[in-house]
């Protein structure tokens, strides 16, 4: 089976940093992909990991541990426009066209 | 401009009635998804395609249909069958067979029964 595990919900202060975490138990791995939705709107792409490790892009970073079977994205100094809801998705079959499999996402609120 | 269009936006539909929701890309991406996100709930999936002529059940594919006659176009049917097709349905696509590559989202469309 496939499962796919994040916290409901997460409120953090703006300028703070953030962590969100996902944990995943798929048949097979072959990639972790990280969105952020606005309320009504498609997700967009934030990160992707395959390998062990963190990966950096601006405020954003994402972490992989395949041997855990989790991961976490890491907000640095919020904004108020990072409240959104965020989507953890897994690759789990071997063709790069297999498709995601996504969490339930977590609804970030940045407050004042 | 390359990109995913779904419509129409926002549909409602009578108990009992099919409907039918367009995707069209004009990137040339060989796979095409079909995913259903209801309130407060990630994406499951419904269908996809990664060729022309040929598409795949995926998670929630009951009371849903799909064709794939055009590399261009993946329409989603809901039909009677489906009880509770109130949702926000989006249409995805993805370049090629590299591992690493995201899917590519449409719009989304809202579907609503009255």
């Known amino acids: 089976g496939q499962n796919i595990d994040q916290p409901t919900e997460m409120t953090a202060t703006e300028g703070a940093i953030v962590q969100i975490n996902c944990t995943y138990q798929t048949s097979g791995f072959n990639g972790l992909f990280w969105y952020q939705q606005h309320a009504g709107e498609a997700p967009t792409f934030l990160s992707y990991n395959v390998l062990d490790g963190l990966e950096e892009k601006g405020r954003f970073s994402s972490f992989l541990s395949r041997s855990k079977g989790y991961s976490y994205l890491l907000l640095k100094e919020l904004q108020m426009k990072d409240s959104a809801s965020y989507l953890c998705a897994v690759r789990d079959g071997r063709s790069g066209n297999t498709p995601l499999v996504f969490g339930k996402g977590t609804r970030l609120s940045v407050i004042a | 401009d390359g990109g995913i269009t779904q419509s129409p936006k926002y549909l409602f539909r009578k108990e009992g009635q099919n409907v039918t929701l367009s995707c069209e890309q004009n990137?040339?991406?060989?796979?095409m998804y079909w995913y259903r996100q209801d309130p407060g709930q990630g994406l499951r999936l419904i269908y996809y395609s990664q060729i022309v002529n040929d598409f795949q059940k995926g998670d929630i594919a009951e009371g849903y249909s799909v064709s794939r006659e055009k590399k261009e176009s993946f329409p989603l049917t809901v039909t009677s069958a489906q009880k509770n097709p109130t949702a926000f349905y989006l249409c995805a696509s993805l370049p090629d067979r590299t591992v690493g590559n995201t899917i590519y989202f449409g719009e989304g469309s809202w579907l609503t029964v009255v």
């Open positions: 990137l040339n991406h060989d796979a």
